[in-house]
């Protein structure tokens, strides 16, 4: 019920290409309306962002223009391009990616007693809650920054942006419990005819003013940063947005693999991206004024109306992917033990990750529409956005450098060759990114640093909780002891005592043997081990060992993305020896309330006891998912001081 150390292995190695082969377009077709919706739809705000107040209000000069525009191209090259796709890419656990498989790919709950891997798995938490800081941002700037096109299409529809933008939320949000299913399907396809849209678009505006295509040349971005100085390092925080995203290419490799990633990539995403960044420079270049909106200005007249409904089902694809992504992380970081459980809705029958997480999906929805009333404009939401993003690409950067090193047993200097090439820039956009706290930028900087708060908390929380477990538990002999002493009757039937301990009797028999003076003929001691790995096959899932007097030791090992089906796992356990009636088996479920030992000096603080006591009485119980029958359990309660 909490992960454990076990001896299987995780890879840092390359996966396969993943469902579908390597030949698959129609899986590189679905990754568009997965994993390139947050990058694709950054367009419509991160060229303006760049010329707006927050940036310092840059004039739309010639040389700005081409400068801004260099530093978009080889931001995409450098960053996303070489670092993500060609780098990053190669990293993964067993085929899965994302910022907590770099956590469990670093075995988190082995030498923690050690305080350089206790603060490197305490950053990769940092990380992870700034990226969920960020998904909170994106519903928000995504959805506002396409319905503000209305005020282009007509200045009278400027006062419906704002509440248009509300009701598409509360509309998304509020069908998230239905799944996607029935409509993922259409993902691909719409986001495919955004990225041809985009890519015309951008075609069309260079070739009115061709002159944008010097920013090719990187000297261009140079000049820029010599001729603003300061300003020129404060508008990077406008331009990393072009970035946001890029997580989610390695947060799905698991779905995919490399290959359709990459080829959706290079095929059509970077070139479409490029061609729509050069175009909207163009647009400068032409009229200096369509600077408030350089995305819209590039449609033409009788287009705008079709682009901007076309630029709103594209962000609410967007969205949609942030917020099931945000769903699987939440479920991942309780399976490994970093979050209090949350009530989980398998959503489809046929797909075992689409889940619907309810108190994720009302907290994101009340996040994204007080952003929007806060800030009423994506230019100004842009300054709360990027801080959240760049914390978590510098926190990869770091965990990929210890993966490689310690699990792809890269040589030292080519680990390090990657580590002094990216952190530099990472940490040159979150130091811009950092100015823009005071503008808005406290928003994630406070939501990560609640979701540390918890994360951390939880983790030691466990931690203490298993310890005071393992100290305080008896042994085989201790138990037939107190049957000797107190006369305990063996009774027909089975007993299933859930427990987090390897070792020893848990709590909840010996309480159980104290009061009721009986005991089934037929004890497993069951313990749900969440491995560092994100699927455990059937042939490595069942550990078993027959302990005497009628009493087993029974360890079912799942991956961390897999689901838990007790039952039919224990009925497989009669090809091992040991065989269940599971009709006549009742489940014990022991549940440990913390209770704080001030003064103890290898504990928490007082107030982290307290929010450990919250978070355990408000969690969702842990066995739900366990497909145990309701009439079959039996909870016990006890009380643990840490």
């Given at each position: 019920?909490?992960?454990?150390?076990?001896?299987?292995?995780?890879?840092?190695?390359?996966?396969?290409?993943?469902?579908?082969?390597?030949?698959?377009?129609?899986?590189?077709?679905?990754?568009?309306?997965?994993?390139?919706?947050?990058?694709g739809t950054s367009t419509i705000y991160a060229l303006r962002?760049?010329?707006?107040?927050?940036?310092?209000?840059?004039?739309?000069?010639?040389?700005?223009?081409?400068?801004?525009?260099?530093?978009?191209?080889?931001?995409?090259?450098?960053?996303?391009?070489?670092?993500?796709?060609?780098?990053?890419?190669?990293?993964?656990?067993?085929?899965?990616?994302?910022?907590?498989?770099?956590?469990?790919?670093?075995?988190?709950?082995?030498?923690?007693?050690?305080?350089?891997?206790?603060?490197?798995?305490?950053?990769?938490?940092?990380?992870?809650?700034?990226?969920?800081?960020?998904?909170?941002?994106?519903?928000?700037?995504?959805?506002?920054?396409?319905?503000?096109?209305?005020?282009?299409?007509?200045?009278?529809?400027?006062?419906?942006?704002?509440?248009?933008?509300?009701?598409?939320?509360?509309?998304?949000?509020?069908?998230?419990?239905?799944?996607?299913?029935?409509?993922?399907?259409?993902?691909?396809?719409?986001?495919?005819?955004?990225?041809?849209?985009?890519?015309?678009?951008?075609?069309?505006?260079?070739?009115?003013?061709?002159?944008?295509?010097?920013?090719?040349?990187?000297?261009?971005?140079?000049?820029?940063?010599?001729?603003?100085?300061?300003?020129?390092?404060?508008?990077?925080?406008?331009?990393?947005?072009?970035?946001?995203?890029a997580e989610a290419m390695y947060a799905d490799i698991g779905?995919?693999?490399?290959?359709?990633?990459?080829?959706?990539?290079?095929?059509?995403?970077?070139?479409?991206?490029?061609?729509?960044?050069f175009g909207q420079g163009a647009v400068l270049l032409r009229?200096?004024?369509?600077?408030?909106?350089?995305?819209?200005?590039?449609?033409?007249?009788?287009?705008?109306?079709?682009?901007?409904?076309?630029?709103?089902?594209?962000?609410?694809?967007?969205?949609?992917?942030?917020?099931?992504?945000?769903?699987?992380?939440?479920?991942?970081?309780?399976?490994?033990?970093?979050?209090?459980?949350?009530?989980?809705?398998?959503?489809?029958?046929?797909?075992?990750?689409?889940?619907?997480?309810?108190?994720?999906?009302?907290?994101?929805?009340?996040?994204?529409?007080?952003?929007?009333?806060?800030?009423?404009?994506?230019?100004?939401?842009?300054?709360?956005?990027?801080?959240?993003?760049?914390?978590?690409?510098?926190?990869?950067?770091?965990?990929?450098?210890?993966?490689?090193?310690?699990?792809?047993?890269?040589?030292?200097?080519?680990?390090?060759?990657?580590?002094?090439?990216?952190?530099?820039?990472?940490?040159?956009?979150?130091?811009?990114?950092?100015?823009?706290?005071?503008?808005?930028?406290?928003?994630?900087?406070?939501?990560?640093?609640?979701?540390?708060?918890?994360?951390?908390?939880?983790?030691?929380?466990?931690?203490?909780?298993?310890?005071?477990?393992?100290?305080?538990?008896?042994?085989?002999?201790?138990?037939?002891?107190?049957?000797?002493?107190?006369?305990?009757?063996?009774?027909?039937?089975?007993?299933?005592?859930?427990?987090?301990?390897?070792?020893?009797?848990?709590?909840?028999?010996?309480?159980?043997?104290?009061?009721?003076?009986?005991?089934?003929?037929?004890?497993?001691?069951?313990?749900?081990?969440?491995?560092?790995?994100?699927?455990?096959?059937?042939?490595?899932?069942?550990?078993?060992?027959?302990?005497?007097?009628?009493?087993?030791?029974?360890?079912?090992?799942?991956?961390?993305?897999?689901?838990?089906?007790?039952?039919?796992?224990?009925?497989?356990?009669?090809?091992?020896?040991?065989?269940?009636?599971?009709?006549?088996?009742?489940?014990?479920?022991?549940?440990?309330?913390?209770?704080?030992?001030?003064?103890?000096?290898?504990?928490?603080?007082?107030?982290?006891?307290?929010?450990?006591?919250?978070?355990?009485?408000?969690?969702?119980?842990?066995?739900?998912?366990?497909?145990?029958?309701?009439?079959?359990?039996?909870?016990?309660?006890?009380?643990?001081?840490?």
């Open positions: 019920m909490t992960p454990q150390d076990t001896a299987s292995s995780s890879s840092a190695t390359p996966v396969e290409e993943g469902p579908g082969g390597a030949g698959s377009w129609p899986l590189a077709l679905a990754v568009l309306g997965v994993v390139y919706g947050d990058l962002a760049a010329f707006s107040a927050q940036a310092g209000a840059l004039a739309p000069s010639a040389a700005n223009v081409l400068g801004m525009v260099s530093l978009v191209l080889w931001t995409l090259l450098l960053v996303v391009t070489l670092k993500y796709v060609v780098c990053v890419l190669q990293a993964d656990n067993r085929g899965e990616g994302g910022v907590f498989a770099l956590i469990a790919l670093l075995r988190p709950w082995r030498g923690l007693d050690r305080w350089g891997r206790r603060a490197l798995i305490l950053t990769g938490l940092a990380g992870a809650s700034m990226l969920y800081a960020g998904i909170m941002i994106t519903p928000a700037i995504s959805i506002l920054s396409a319905v503000e096109g209305l005020a282009i299409v007509s200045p009278r529809l400027g006062g419906f942006v704002v509440p248009a933008t509300i009701a598409i939320l509360a509309l998304l949000f509020a069908v998230q419990h239905l799944g996607t299913a029935r409509i993922g399907a259409l993902f691909g396809p719409l986001m495919a005819l955004w990225f041809a849209a985009i890519a015309a678009l951008g075609l069309y505006g260079i070739v009115q003013a061709p002159q944008v295509l010097a920013a090719v040349d990187p000297r261009h971005a140079l000049h820029f940063f010599g001729a603003n100085g300061v300003a020129g390092f404060v508008v990077l925080f406008a331009v990393f947005l072009v970035t946001t995203g779905h995919f693999g490399r290959a359709p990633i990459r080829r959706a990539w290079f095929v059509m995403v970077l070139p479409a991206l490029v061609l729509n960044y009229d200096a004024h369509a600077v408030q909106q350089p995305f819209f200005h590039l449609a033409p007249a009788p287009l705008l109306l079709p682009v901007v409904v076309l630029a709103t089902l594209a962000t609410v694809i967007a969205s949609q992917a942030a917020i099931t992504g945000a769903f699987s992380m939440t479920r991942q970081a309780a399976q490994l033990g970093l979050m209090p459980h949350s009530r989980v809705v398998q959503t489809s029958d046929e797909t075992v990750g689409q889940v619907y997480v309810p108190l994720v999906n009302w907290m994101l929805m009340g996040a994204a529409i007080v952003l929007v009333v806060l800030f009423q404009s994506s230019d100004r939401l842009a300054s709360t956005y990027g801080i959240s993003v760049s914390t978590t690409m510098v926190v990869t950067s770091i965990l990929a450098f210890f993966v490689v090193r310690e699990r792809g047993h890269w040589h030292w200097a080519a680990a390090l060759l990657f580590l002094l090439g990216f952190l530099p820039i990472d940490l040159a956009y979150l130091g811009a990114n950092a100015l823009q706290i005071p503008h808005g930028g406290w928003f994630p900087v406070l939501a990560g640093a609640g979701f540390f708060t918890v994360m951390s908390t939880w983790r030691r929380g466990g931690e203490l909780l298993g310890r005071q477990a393992g100290e305080n538990a008896r042994t085989l002999d201790d138990l037939l002891h107190v049957f000797e002493r107190d006369q305990v009757a063996r009774v027909a039937g089975t007993a299933v005592f859930l427990t987090a301990q390897r070792g020893g009797m848990p709590a909840a028999l010996c309480h159980h043997v104290e009061r009721n003076h009986a005991l089934q003929r037929q004890v497993v001691l069951l313990t749900v081990s969440i491995e560092d790995v994100p699927r455990v096959s059937g042939d490595e899932r069942i550990e078993l060992h027959d302990l005497g007097l009628g009493f087993f030791r029974v360890v079912l090992h799942y991956g961390y993305i897999q689901g838990v089906n007790l039952p039919a796992d224990l009925a497989a356990c009669g090809d091992r020896g040991l065989t269940i009636d599971l009709a006549a088996a009742t489940y014990y479920i022991e549940y440990r309330s913390p209770l704080s030992a001030h003064g103890r000096r290898d504990g928490m603080a007082a107030w982290r006891d307290r929010l450990l006591g919250v978070l355990v009485r408000n969690s969702a119980d842990v066995t739900q998912g366990f497909r145990i029958p309701v009439d079959k359990i039996v909870e016990v309660g006890l009380r643990v001081r840490i």
